[in-house]
């Protein structure tokens, strides 16, 4: 079971970037998906999520109105478009997926790797 993510690079600040997450060795259509982040001295925080069938979405504070979390259960694939980009944003990207609902638990059980997001200023 792996959780590849891709789609992190440099950006300028106000600038977008689009992150996706693949899954292979099975099908997570039934799971919860997320994305967390992890800057530099700081511990992994979350950043949005996306229940089993698309309906229910929930993001940090810090992202609302300019992140949005999608998915496609018959690609395996969640994504996260991230617009107005700020320099806070800047951090390894992380994507997860977890077979309980949306917000029932703060573990999930699978990881992706992650990818480098940077913001310049």
């Known amino acids: 079971v792996q959780l590849q993510a891709s789609g992190g690079g440099l950006v300028q600040a106000g600038g977008s970037l689009r992150l996706s997450c693949a899954a292979s060795g099975r099908t997570f259509s039934t799971y919860t998906k997320a994305w967390f982040r992890q800057a530099p001295g700081k511990e992994r925080e979350f950043v949005a999520g996306i229940g089993w069938s698309g309906s229910s979405t929930s993001y940090a504070d810090s992202v609302k109105g300019r992140f949005t979390i999608s998915r496609d259960n018959a690609k395996n694939t969640v994504s996260l478009q991230m617009n107005s980009l700020k320099p806070e944003d800047t951090a390894v990207y992380y994507c997860?997926?977890?077979?309980?609902?949306?917000?029932?638990?703060?573990?999930?059980?699978?990881w992706g790797q992650g990818t480098q997001v940077t913001v310049s200023s």
């Open positions: 997860a997926a977890d077979r309980y609902g949306l917000g029932y638990r703060p573990q999930y059980d699978y």
